[in-house]
């Protein structure tokens, strides 16, 4: 009985350390900046060292008589006057041509200010180009927004007449310059809807041409919509690198063709937004789409996408498509997604691949951590590369949007021949749910590799998990610790000659792989938000992929960046990661104020019957009966006491 007591008592301190301890709840953070969990964002704004400029015009429509969204100008809008200093909101000049040329003579550290609830009209602009040759990465000029004197309203809005550029950085020559940024401000094109872009020739309506050796631009807070193209960076006459341009936390919506168009080295598109642009040619218009000849160290990180070219109300093309010459491309942290069998075939996450007639091939390309749902082709179609990784990727397909989740192909290649092939290309540690969502290495290859991927299908009939598709064996690196689930159908290990996994062994491949058993997910479905999609699909605590996977095949981190080992199958590692901690957590509260309670209540009775003159063993006695109630609960607390230590050990 005394044994009993003392166990009882020891538990009940663990308690009292738990809870003081503040045992850690992980939370699952959306990587990428989505409308539901808002976007930081970052410092957009340096301090002016230099001569600070004001503008403010209040025009009341735009090109072709289209009215500016969000009713600008806003109430009470007092323009300014070009004859003023312009040192001052109260002296501020009007026009954009005004602002325009002072750009030129701007000294390093200097800032040109637009009124907050201000419109311009740019038709009839004798020109669009911005051009400084003053400053630099360490000392940039600033074209950013203020409040006026008179009041405030939404962000400056510049209304992109047909066939120009809103802020077009290109001279016409090939001296090097930059140092800008651009924060705070919206473009807009012709309304609602975009005029199609095939009429404005002979230049598209763009809000920033990037052309002829320009670097050190940072596009921050600002909006791109009802244009042709967002935003272009192409390079330069004499095959330049524009290098160093950063878009963040930019809104780039409803733009006809492209979102982002181009590359150059060191190029960062990260937490924005994009939706709905794309939509005028299938299979050829898109979100973002890189375009690059020998760029490296291009990143896109941390950005939702959302209706890919609805090319007649369909998704028609890639979300993200990269062609040409590149090293060191990232894909990281992104959710894209399309409504429920809303995407054709010709709708991909992402396109890696070839698409000209000249040489294409690309390097060491990481694609990590991101969330793809509802496409119609593949999540992740990637070819003509050397040593690139597929990793951490969650592939979600409704009933009526099945795709592979990740293809390892060359059936994109260039017309013009000559492309690279495959080589040394791994899919590791990628989940996919639902509809699909299988593996592929098919048509040419070498050192190719699968380590580490779980499949859960909810399909019906025969249903291919992975499809290794290459000539010979000799073509694979490795291939082992996969899981395929089929709950509602027929799962065919290799769809490549319909293989059963015991055939597919005999080729000395996925022989520590699995079929036929629940991989426990946390809480499998098709989730509606990126958060719970990435929480949906950790492991269960007795989950059957925990320490399952290949430590040397596979990833060392996982979708949210966690360490590992250990190494779990699937995309997301369950130390640090699922809501288990917060099981420990809740069941230590409430039994630290049960036991607490109980014995407050015991030592209460113990008083009063001590009066009765009961003995110090019947004393012990009656608290022993009190803490006995609390046996089976106790027993449990310890079951995921000792579990938590085993995950805290590991972690």
């Not at 009985?1 to 009940?12: C, E, N, S, W």
């Not at 390892?408 to 969502?437: F, H, P």
Request: hydrophobic share 35%.
């Amino acid at each position: 009985m005394v044994a009993r007591v003392k166990r009882a008592a020891g538990l009940i301190a663990a308690w009292l350390v738990l809870a003081a301890s503040g045992v850690a709840v992980a939370q699952q953070a959306s990587p990428a900046c989505v409308r539901e969990n808002g976007c930081s964002v970052p410092a957009c704004y340096p301090t002016i060292t230099g001569t600070t400029y004001y503008v403010c015009d209040c025009a009341t429509s735009g090109a072709a008589g289209a009215q500016p969204t969000g009713q600008q100008p806003a109430a009470g809008c007092t323009g300014g006057n070009d004859g003023l200093a312009g040192t001052s909101p109260a002296t501020a000049w009007r026009t954009y041509g005004k602002a325009q040329g002072q750009f030129a003579s701007l000294n390093a550290g200097d800032a040109i200010l637009f009124c907050n609830g201000g419109t311009w009209d740019l038709t009839g602009a004798s020109s669009y180009r911005w051009v400084n040759r003053n400053s630099s990465a360490g000392n940039r000029v600033v074209l950013a927004a203020y409040t006026a004197t008179w009041g405030t309203g939404p962000r400056p809005l510049m209304l992109d007449p047909l066939g120009t550029y809103a802020f077009n950085f290109d001279d016409g020559s090939d001296i090097a310059r930059g140092g800008y940024i651009v924060a705070g401000i919206a473009i807009q094109g012709l309304g609602k809807p975009a005029t199609p872009c095939a009429s404005s020739a002979p230049f598209p309506m763009e809000a920033f041409f990037i052309y002829n050796n320009i670097s050190n631009v940072k596009i921050c807070d600002v909006d791109e919509e009802y244009l042709c193209i967002g935003a272009e960076n192409a390079g330069g006459n004499a095959n330049d690198d524009d290098m160093n341009i950063v878009t963040t936390n930019t809104y780039v919506g409803n733009n006809g063709a492209q979102g982002y168009l181009g590359g150059g080295t060191g190029q960062i598109i990260t937490k924005s937004y994009y939706v709905n642009n794309g939509f005028e040619t299938a299979n050829l218009d898109h979100h973002i789409y890189i375009s690059s000849n020998n760029a490296t160290g291009m990143q896109v990180t941390s950005c939702e996408l959302y209706k890919a070219a609805q090319v007649g109300g369909h998704c028609s093309g890639a979300t993200v498509v990269n062609h040409g010459l590149t090293g060191s491309l990232t894909i990281a942290g992104l959710w894209i997604h399309e409504d429920a069998g809303n995407a054709t075939g010709s709708c991909y996450g992402l396109g890696i691949n070839p698409g000209y007639t000249s040489f294409e091939g690309f390097s060491n390309v990481i694609i990590n951590g991101n969330a793809i749902e509802n496409v119609g082709g593949a999540a992740v179609d990637l070819s003509a590369c050397h040593n690139c990784t597929v990793e951490n990727t969650i592939c979600l397909a409704a009933p009526t949007s099945g795709f592979e989740c990740v293809a390892l192909t060359n059936d994109g290649q260039g017309s013009g021949g000559g492309d690279w092939d495959n080589q040394s290309v791994a899919m590791i540690n990628n989940t996919g749910y639902g509809n699909g969502t299988s593996f592929s290495i098919r048509n040419t290859g070498t050192l190719m590799s699968s380590y580490n991927n779980v499949t859960f299908q909810t399909a019906t009939g025969s249903v291919p998990c992975f499809n290794y598709a290459l000539a010979t064996n000799a073509q694979y690196s490795g291939i082992n610790n996969n899981w395929c689930f089929t709950p509602n159908g027929t799962g065919v290990w290799n769809q490549n000659g319909s293989q059963s996994l015991t055939t597919w062994r005999t080729n000395g491949w996925d022989l520590n792989s699995t079929q036929n058993t629940n991989p426990s997910f946390v809480n499998a479905r098709i989730s509606t938000t990126f958060a719970g999609a990435i929480a949906d699909f950790t492991p269960a605590v007795s989950s059957p992929l925990i320490g399952a996977g290949n430590v040397a095949g596979g990833a060392t981190t996982d979708f949210n960046g966690k360490a590992r080992p250990p190494t779990a199958i699937g995309a997301v590692e369950p130390v640090g990661a699922n809501t288990t901690s917060l099981a420990y957590y809740k069941w230590g509260v409430i039994l630290l104020f049960l036991s607490t309670g109980l014995l407050v209540a015991t030592l209460a009775q113990q008083r009063k019957r001590r009066r009765r003159g009961l003995t110090a063993a019947e004393r012990i006695g009656v608290a022993a009966g009190a803490l006995e109630a609390l046996h089976e609960p106790l027993e449990r607390f310890a079951e995921l006491e000792r579990e938590l230590a085993v995950l805290e050990r590991d972690e």
